[in-house]
């Protein structure tokens, strides 16, 4: 299967879905090594983001949901930042809604905002970002700053989405969060063919998979939190099925894009 279809076909489920879906897997059944926890503890049969658990409120402040039925980050009070997928082309779009101040959608402290401008890059491969300009600054946006450098791109990440819990699963109406390690360049080629190693970055369980983003998290922003303040450096962007063994997610890799991310955050009207 191509990876156009897979995406075709990811967007085609949201909108017959009509649901938000969380990037999440299916429950991790095991350690990744000693003393690290991945995803659900053994025992524990709930379902997360594909292997996560209901994100605190509060935790991920600049976290979107928006209307389309993927995720996004705030960067700036006006600004958010989320995949090429997810949108339109570059134009004026006032189509879109961002839900914003809280990790419950139900919550009466949710801010929605109407989008009035976006800027889409490249597209899945070689650039799966796009800005979404909204008409006014959102009241208290609580930002954060993309990877400028390749520093934070090992380790283990946060993800965290409304997407679906499993694959073929339910969007969420609350926020589920989860930690998944980097996977490197060549062992995620190894995995798919069509990897852009330059502008896109993996993460996930290779050996007993169980812990993903999924459909629905697009365009979300997976985090790294070791270092001064949390960084964006993936945006959620494809992976074959959700949390499968040997098919780790891929994600717009922000420390490669941030550059011309940046101007065109620079030259929005
Ligand atoms: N393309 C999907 C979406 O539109 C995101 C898929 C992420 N998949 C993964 N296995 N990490 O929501």
């Known amino acids: ?25 299916v429950p991790a059944q095991a350690q990744a090594e000693p003393g690290v926890t ?5 025992g524990d049969v709930s379902v997360n983001v594909v292997g996560g658990d209901p994100a605190p409120e509060g935790a991920y402040p600049y976290i979107v949901r928006l209307s389309m039925g993927c995720g996004g980050a705030m960067i700036t009070e006006q600004v958010v930042l989320t995949a090429a997928h997810c949108v339109d082309g570059t134009g004026q779009d006032t189509s879109i809604t961002a839900s ?3 990790v419950d959608l139900n919550s009466p402290n949710i801010v929605k905002t109407q989008s009035a401008y976006v800027h889409a ?10 800005l979404i300009k909204l008409a006014k600054p959102v009241a208290n946006a609580k930002t954060i700053k993309m990877a400028e450098t390749a520093d934070g791109d ?19 109406t609350k926020l ?25 970055i993996c993460a996930g369980l290779m050996d007993q ?16 939190l070791a270092g001064d303040v949390p960084t964006v450096v993936g945006i959620v ?14 994600y717009g890799q922000v420390s490669f894009l941030h550059a011309e991310i940046k101007k065109a955050l620079d030259g929005l009207p």
């Not at 991945?38 to 053994?42: A, D, K």
């Not at 993903?212 to 365009?219: L, R």
Request: overall charge neutral.
């Open 209 to 224: 998979g169980g812990v993903d983003t999924c459909q629905g998290d697009s365009g979300g922003p997976m985090v790294q």
């Open 1 to 25: 299967m191509t990876r156009g279809t897979r995406i075709r076909r990811s967007l085609f489920a949201l909108v017959a879905g009509g649901a938000l879906a969380v990037a999440v897997g």
């Open 38 to 42: 991945y995803g659900n503890q053994p």
């Open 154 to 172: 090992k380790g283990e990440f946060q993800i965290m989405g409304w997407g679906a819990d499993r694959e073929g699963g339910q969007q969420q």
């Open 121 to 130: 890059g490249p597209g899945v491969g070689p650039g799966d970002w796009a």
């Open 100 to 102: 914003t101040g809280s």
């Open 237 to 250: 962007s494809w992976g074959e099925g959700c949390a499968r063994p040997g098919k780790p997610g891929v």
């Open 176 to 200: 589920r969060h989860a930690k998944v390690p980097f996977v490197d360049d060549g062992t995620c080629a190894g995995a798919y063919s069509d990897l852009v190693k330059d502008s896109e």
